[in-house]
């Protein structure tokens, strides 16, 4: 029947001639013209041929659609609408055919296909009006999907465009760290804003009876943090980020100002304790070991908190 897309029985509609040739040769050219008819319906449609009839549960049904070479951009009155494919730079130094969809009073077409960046396939052409911007329609009228993948860092971007005001937009703000919503009055809105909001953690973790111990599975880096003693005769100790190296502070009564081994680091998932080491003399009735914040095996109970300045 087919090789490739040649057919094997031409179709000719000047055949039969009007003249010159016999009646009893008409039959033959019919079926000819039939079996032409049932290859070229059978290139994008069900057109099966069984035995000498075209007979099958849904004949005639699409099976594909296949576009002739890309055209150029056609011309469309009211009420009509074209599905083509057009030649468009796919961005590796050469054109590829790519599906287009053109509605009435000839607007411009949509694009809907893109070849991706690698040049090794197609994928769907998600371009709004803005840049970075995806259109959607919904009857909702609502953004649905079962997950969004977010890539490289695993952050999931908003665009920064702030001209649109005819409809609901979302924005996120560097400069701040804010997140702000506008509808179609030209007013944002700052949904959160740092530093009124905070993040904060709290755990326990066991001492392990050396110089220190890094505290981690915090989840954030924590501008604060303070640790209560694991036994009644532990202090409290309190450090945030704006106490230089390694110092903290105790909370009680005591004449030291400040410490210098009980939390020593506040890093970028928890912070690091140590055995302590006192800043000048502590009050003679303290118990030894009440800046030590890792005594083996005991048990101690901390607060983490960090603003979305510095997460």
Not at 16 to 42: C, F, M, V, W, Y
Not at 181 to 206: D, E, F, Q, R
Not at 211 to 233: H, L, S
């Amino acid at each position: 029947m087919l090789c490739g897309l040649v057919l094997a029985t031409t179709y000719d509609k000047s055949l039969p001639p009007d003249t010159g040739e016999k009646p009893s040769q008409g039959a033959e050219r019919i079926r000819n013209l039939a079996a032409a008819n049932q290859e070229i319906n059978d290139i994008d449609h069900y057109w099966p041929l069984t035995g000498s009839e075209v007979k099958a549960i849904g004949v005639g049904y699409h099976q594909k659609v296949t576009f002739q070479a890309p055209i150029t951009t056609p011309d469309q009155a009211a009420s009509m609408g074209a599905l083509y494919t057009l030649d468009f730079d796919g961005g590796t130094g050469g054109s590829k055919a790519e599906l287009c969809w053109r509605c009435e009073d000839n607007l411009t077409p949509l694009q809907i296909t893109e070849l991706n960046a690698a040049g090794d396939a197609s994928v769907l052409n998600l371009t709004g009006e803005y840049e970075n911007e995806v259109n959607f329609s919904h009857v909702d009228n609502v953004f649905k999907a079962d997950s969004i993948t977010c890539k490289a860092v695993g952050v999931f971007t908003l665009p920064t465009d702030t001209t649109d005001t005819t409809e609901g937009n979302l924005t996120y703000v560097k400069d701040g760290d804010t997140l702000q919503y506008s509808n179609s009055v030209p007013a944002w809105i700052t949904l959160a804003a740092s530093p009124t909001a905070a993040m904060v953690k709290v755990g326990t973790y066991t001492g392990d009876g050396v110089a220190t111990q890094a505290i981690t599975g915090v989840g954030f880096e924590p501008d604060m943090v303070i640790v209560m003693g694991g036994v009644k005769t532990s202090y409290t100790a309190i450090k945030t980020t704006d106490m230089g190296t390694t110092y903290s502070k105790l909370l009680g009564q005591i004449a030291a100002t400040y410490v210098d081994d009980s939390i020593t680091v506040l890093g970028s998932d928890g912070f690091t304790v140590g055995d302590g080491t006192p800043n000048g003399a502590i009050n003679p009735t303290d118990v030894a070991n009440s800046d030590n914040m890792n005594i083996s095996a005991t048990a101690y109970f901390y607060i983490a908190a960090a603003s979305i300045d510095s997460p």
